[in-house]
């Protein structure tokens, strides 16, 4: 295959994965090459979906008695990685709400205590939307 042929072939992959991802509810990202990270909207409806996702995980694995919440996402990156990984910085704080005491939903709408604790936090995120897979890799504050 010469090199005019591989190009195209190569271009007309991209094409069609970017399709894929669209078509998936994906969120855009700034092209790049597959082993870097590409900027994403952080108001991104899925992006903020996933990030609740991570903070729904981090509450679980906490020894924290208290229940902490998604106060904002600063910034989401993507890559193409057998799926989507995201990588999301996201600001999250204390509730006034206990972790006996409330559901998960309801810990996303608890008030953030007066005083508690703020963090800065990266969480990554694996999603395969086919295969309706998601997965929080890491999360550190």
């Known amino acids: 295959m010469n090199a005019s042929r591989s190009f195209k072939a190569l271009a007309l992959a991209g094409a069609c994965g970017a399709g894929l991802a669209l078509a998936l509810g994906a969120p855009q990202a700034q092209a790049g090459p597959s082993d870097a990270w590409s900027q994403v909207d952080p108001a991104d409806d899925h992006v903020q979906e996933l990030a609740r996702f991570a903070m729904d995980y981090f509450n679980q694995r906490s020894n924290d008695s208290m229940q902490h919440r998604l106060i904002k996402v600063l910034d989401a990156r993507t890559r193409v990685l057998a799926g989507i990984a995201y990588k999301i ?31 800065r936090c990266t969480a990554e995120v694996w999603e395969r939307s086919w295969e309706n897979f998601t997965e929080v890799r890491s999360f550190d504050c």
Do not use: I, M
């Open 89 to 119: 910085d996201l600001l999250e704080g204390e509730t006034e709400c206990g972790k006996n005491t409330t559901t998960k939903e309801e810990s996303r709408r608890c008030p953030l205590k007066e005083g508690g604790t703020r963090r």
